[in-house]
Nanobody, 120 residues
Framework: QVQLVESGGGLVQPGGSLRLSCAAS????????MRWYRQAPGKERELVAA????????NYADSVKGRFTISRANAKNTVSLQMNSLKPEDTAVYYC?????????????WGQGTQVTVSS
């Protein structure tokens, strides 16, 4: 069955760093675009970073540009999010998402999320 399992969340002080990882299984990982979303309490889920299926294209939300880096390893079926210079407003549950636009429709999978808390 399809699984996306996030790891690497935790508590970090402002200015610190964390690296989130997402391990995928049950589908052809290399055919999917991968995204990281986050959702803070009382707020809507927002797209943080995206990477194309072969890793050649990357996009970031303005709020994280220059601080976060998304990467993927298709041979290992993993996608990562390196988060530097963390701010309290980065506190949220971070979700891994796999998406593929096929002629039959959109295929869309989600992980269970990992909590990131930035606080002193």
């Amino acid at each position: 069955q399809v699984q996306l399992v996030e790891s690497g969340g935790g508590l970090v002080q402002p200015g610190g760093s964390l690296r989130l990882s997402c391990a995928a299984s049950g589908f052809t990982f290399s055919m999917y675009d991968m995204r990281w979303y986050r959702q803070a309490p009382g707020k809507e889920r927002e797209l943080v970073a995206a990477i194309g299926s072969n890793g050649s294209t990357r996009n970031y939300a303005d709020s994280v540009k220059g601080r976060f880096t998304i990467s993927r390893a298709n041979a290992k079926n993993t996608v990562s999010l390196q988060m530097n210079s963390l701010k309290p407003e980065d506190t949220a549950v971070y979700y891994c998402n796999a998406v593929r636009y096929a002629w039959t429709g959109t295929l869309d999978y989600w992980g269970q999320g990992t909590q990131v808390t930035v606080s002193s």
